[in-house]
T-cell receptor, first 116, second 113 residues
Framework: DAKTTQPPSMDCAEGRAANLPCNHS???????VYWYRQIHSQGPQYIIHGLKNNETNEMASLIITEDRKSSTLILPHATLRDTAVYYCIVRADYEISSGSARQLTFGSGTQLTVLP | EAQVTQNPRYLITVTGKKLTVTCSQN?????MSWYRQDPGLGLRQIYYSMNVEVTDKGDVPEGYKVSRKEKRNFPLILESPSPNQTSLYFC????????????FGPGTRLTVL
C-alpha cells in the first residue's frame, strides 16, 4: 500500500469547515483512499472512502485531486465532538484468492482540535 | 445492536503470565483483526483472520497467537507477556467484501509489569 503523509496537528473553530489534507504521491491505480478517525482511545471509526471521484456522506466530503496524489477530508461544520485523530489510509483491493491481507495500515494521523 | 466486544477492558499483569484477550462480534463478519496502538506509532496490525480456521500474520505478530474456531470469536493470546507488549489493543471486524465497514471494539489497555 502507498505511504501517506499528514500534518501532525490542526486546529479548527467550532462551526467552521475543517479541511484535513493527505499526501499519497505513490498511490497506484487500484488503491483506494480511506479516512478513519479515533476519538481519544476509543476504537477507530470509518468516515469515508474513494477511488477517483469526490465523495460525500452524512459525516464528511472527500476531495481527491485529479492526479490522485493527494486528498482532503472536509468536515463542513466542525463541532467539539469532532476533536479526534484523523487517519488517511491508502489500500489496494487485494484479490481474495491471492491470500493477501485485507488490512488497513494506520499511520500517525492528524490530531484535529475543534476550538470553541 | 451491531458491535465488537472485547474483554477485559483493562488488565495489569506480570511478565510471563499467560493471558487471553477475548474478542467477539455479532455481525456474522468473516474478517477479524487485532491491532495494537502505541504512542507515536499509530495502529499496527498483529494478526488477522479471513474466516474460521484461516489466520495470518500482520505487521507485528511476534509474541502473540490467535485462533479462529468460531466465526464470531477471535481471541488474542499472549503466552509469555513481556513489558514491551504493554499497549492499547483493538479488535476489528468487517465483511470480507465490504471492507469499508470495519467495526472496531472499545479497546483493551494492557500493562505488563
Amino acid at each position: 500500500d502507498a505511504k501517506t503523509t499528514q500534518p501532525p496537528s490542526m486546529d479548527c473553530a467550532e462551526g467552521r469547515a475543517a479541511n484535513l489534507p493527505c499526501n499519497h504521491s505513490t498511490i497506484s491505480g487500484n488503491e483506494y483512499v480511506y479516512w478513519y478517525r479515533q476519538i481519544h482511545s476509543q476504537g477507530p471509526q470509518y468516515i469515508i472512502h474513494g477511488l477517483k471521484n469526490n465523495e460525500t456522506n452524512e459525516m464528511a466530503s472527500l476531495i481527491i485531486t485529479e492526479d490522485r496524489k493527494s486528498s482532503t477530508l472536509i468536515l463542513p461544520h466542525a463541532t467539539l465532538r469532532d476533536t479526534a485523530v484523523y487517519y488517511c489510509i491508502v489500500r489496494a483491493d487485494y484479490e481474495i484468492s491471492s491470500g493477501s491481507a485485507r488490512q488497513l495500515t494506520f499511520g500517525s494521523g492528524t490530531q484535529l482540535t475543534v476550538l470553541p | 445492536e451491531a458491535q465488537v466486544t472485547q474483554n477485559p477492558r483493562y488488565l495489569i499483569t506480570v511478565t510471563g503470565k499467560k493471558l487471553t484477550v477475548t474478542c467477539s462480534q455479532n455481525m456474522n463478519h468473516e474478517y477479524m483483526s487485532w491491532y495494537r496502538q502505541d504512542p507515536g506509532l499509530g495502529l499496527r496490525q498483529i494478526y488477522y483472520s479471513m474466516n474460521v480456521e484461516v489466520t495470518d500474520k500482520g505487521d507485528v505478530p511476534e509474541g502473540y497467537k490467535v485462533s479462529r474456531k468460531e466465526k464470531r470469536n477471535f481471541p488474542l493470546i499472549l503466552e509469555s507477556p513481556s513489558p514491551n507488549q504493554t499497549s492499547l489493543y483493538f479488535c476489528a471486524s468487517s465483511p470480507l467484501f465490504d471492507f469499508d465497514t470495519q467495526y472496531f471494539g472499545p479497546g483493551t489497555r494492557l500493562t505488563v509489569l
